[in-house]
């Protein structure tokens, strides 16, 4: 029994380990993504892009989103809404939203990994927990009351064990909330932009049809 519960304390602090190298990794990687769709600048280009899309302004909104040098989830949205918007697609709104999921998706893409591990850590540790206690206890009975070290020690690394899973499940719930509100600002924000483009081409382009003989939908 002392060997396998051994084995499985250093099995536990290994898998700790492996778990907050990928937080990390995760992390990192997530936190590029977002820092490239939601900063000042992708803010002053989504309010750019509001105001060119109330004027009706394709030619404007081309422009703009050439001469942006990184590409977002705003910009992403309204090349492929220029894109359906040329071709007359009647289904435009339809697949706004789908490409809105898409997006979503996207922004959502490994963050159940940090769910998993800010759920799941804690419960590592205190497996390994049970495993030192088990292990003092065991010592305890085995060298009686000349065991008290070997006893203490064991005990020591329990709980060293439930620290380190709380120490890697905090900081990646904490991650996990941060990248969840901003992904659903991100979502919102294309949710508003495609109401504007429905309101000020769908919308419009019906009314526009119905009072006009041409089949083109702008003027």
Do not use: C, W
Not at 69 to 98: A, Q
Not at 130 to 154: C, D, H, P
């Amino acid at each position: 029994m002392q060997d396998f519960v051994d084995l499985g304390e250093k099995i536990i602090f290994l898998v700790m380990l492996f778990a907050s190298i990928l937080a990390i990794a995760v992390f990192i990687e997530r936190l590029i993504v977002y820092k490239r769709n939601f900063n000042k600048e992708s803010e002053s280009l989504l309010d750019s892009l509001t105001l060119l899309v109330r004027h009706r302004d394709l030619k404007g909104t081309e422009k703009l989103l050439e001469t942006h040098p990184m590409e977002n989830s705003y910009t992403r949205f309204m090349h492929f809404v220029l894109e359906r918007e040329k071709e007359n697609h009647k289904g435009l709104e339809e697949l706004m939203e789908g490409k809105i999921l898409k997006e979503r998706l996207g922004l959502e893409e490994r963050l159940p990994i940090l769910n998993t591990l800010g759920n799941n850590t804690p419960f590592i540790g205190l497996l390994g927990t049970v495993l030192g206690v088990i292990k003092a206890f065991y010592g305890l009975g085995t060298l009686g009351n000349s065991g008290a070290e070997v006893v203490m020690r064991s005990i020591s690394t329990a709980l060293l064990a439930t620290a380190a899973g709380l120490a890697v499940a905090i900081p990646v719930v904490m991650a996990n909330n941060y990248f969840t509100r901003k992904m659903k600002l991100i979502i919102g924000h294309l949710e508003i932009l495609s109401k504007e483009i429905h309101a000020s081409f769908i919308t419009s382009g019906k009314h526009n049809q119905s009072s006009s003989s041409t089949p083109n939908i702008h003027h």
